[in-house]
């Protein structure tokens, strides 16, 4: 009986053993896409850039993307989170060249290609505003799964809108590195940006 039980451990011992090792794999190993129990954020895009010029994230392949949505209404949110990524750039000195910050709009009706690029202008040279038709937007945002919605009932003209603030650093292969929270500050960003960009 000792002797019956003593194999029955080690064969509980190699086939848990094996089943954790297994999962471990699973877990560190590169997990496709769309991989059931995964959550994928980020995806494909098809967007307009200050130029009238059509953007995709394809273009981007093989440098990282720093993605941030908002408006240029945006009367706080949005100009402090562009701020803190513009102090993050000048703060990486040459290693932004590996990186591609883009400000998509989450209000195409009022941000034309050019209102996006003299808004981004204001922050950084190389910070590309993107606009879109409503459903370009609408299909990047869901990719992202960012939240936005007017947040007046007024038929007005001036309106805000209600965004999830989300700073997205998106890897050279178009998969999603990290996700950093509203109101980093900038020497935090640049920490981050900095493992990353290096790793
Ligand atoms: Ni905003």
Redesign the pocket.
């Known amino acids: 009986m000792a002797r019956l039980s003593r194999v029955l451990a080690l064969l509980i011992l190699v086939v848990g053993g094996g089943l954790w090792a297994g999962m471990w794999w699973r877990m560190q190993s590169d997990t496709p896409p769309g991989t059931p129990g995964q959550i994928q954020i980020g995806g494909p895009f098809s967007l307009t850039d200050p130029d009238g010029k059509t953007v995709t994230d394809q273009q981007f392949r093989g440098r990282f993307m720093l993605v941030y949505f ?2 240029t209404f ?6 402090t ?1 562009l701020q803190t990524v513009a102090a993050s750039l000048a703060a990486l000195g040459p290693d932004a060249a590996k990186l591609v910050p883009l400000f998509i709009t989450i209000d195409p009706q009022r941000d034309t290609p050019k209102a996006m690029g003299e808004y981004t202008k204001q922050f950084d040279d190389r910070l590309i505003g993107l606009t879109g038709t409503p459903e370009q937007i609408a299909a990047v945002a869901k990719a992202y799964r960012v939240y936005y919605a007017r947040s007046d009932s007024k038929a007005t003209t001036d309106y805000l ?1 209600d ?1 999830s ?1 989300f700073l997205y650093l998106m890897g050279p292969d178009g998969r999603m590195r990290s996700l950093f929270r509203p109101g980093m500050q900038p020497q935090e960003l640049t920490a981050a940006l900095k493992a990353q960009l290096a790793g």
Do not use: L, Q, R
């Not at 945006?74 to 100009?79: A, L, R, S």
């Open positions: 908002g408006y945006c009367p706080d949110v949005c100009p989170e809108m965004h603030s």
